[in-house]
Nanobody
Framework: LVKLAESGGGSVQTGGSLRLSCAVSGTSYSLYCMGWFRQAPGKEREGVAAIDSDGVTSYADSVKGRFTISQNNAKTTLYLQMNSLIPEDTAMYYC??????????????????WGQGTQVTVSS
């Protein structure tokens, strides 16, 4: 059973930065693709960033150049470094995982394991 636990959300002003973390347990980490989704009230869920078992990353166009996904060497912690935050980034952010391969995260589906979410609020 894969367990995912996010942390690091909070409130920042436009232009600020946050780093989200996701602690991963209960799996053979090397086999898993991982990523981050977000969902704002009244909006569809959006795949933000993903990293596969070889370390290849992908990003939604809306965050490319501002967000960076990474993981530690043991693959027990997933990160999302968020820079140049804007109010449109306000959402609940979820850490996700599943056995590779998975669909492109920008398709908005394909991951079976989800964390409980962490709130990010960006004020203007």
């Amino acid at each position: 059973l894969v367990k995912l636990a996010e942390s690091g959300g909070g409130s920042v002003q436009t232009g600020g930065s946050l780093r989200l973390s996701c602690a991963v347990s209960g799996t053979s980490y090397s086999l898993y693709c991982m990523g981050w989704f977000r969902q704002a009230p009244g909006k569809e869920r959006e795949g933000v960033a993903a990293i596969d078992s070889d370390g290849v990353t992908s990003y939604a166009d809306s965050v490319k150049g501002r967000f960076t996904i990474s993981q530690n060497n043991a693959k027990t912690t997933l990160y999302l470094q968020m820079n140049s935050l804007i109010p449109e980034d306000t959402a609940m952010y979820y850490c996700v995982a599943d056995i590779c391969p998975v669909p492109d995260i920008r398709e908005g589906a394909g991951y079976g394991y989800w964390g409980q979410g962490t709130q990010v609020t960006v004020s203007s």
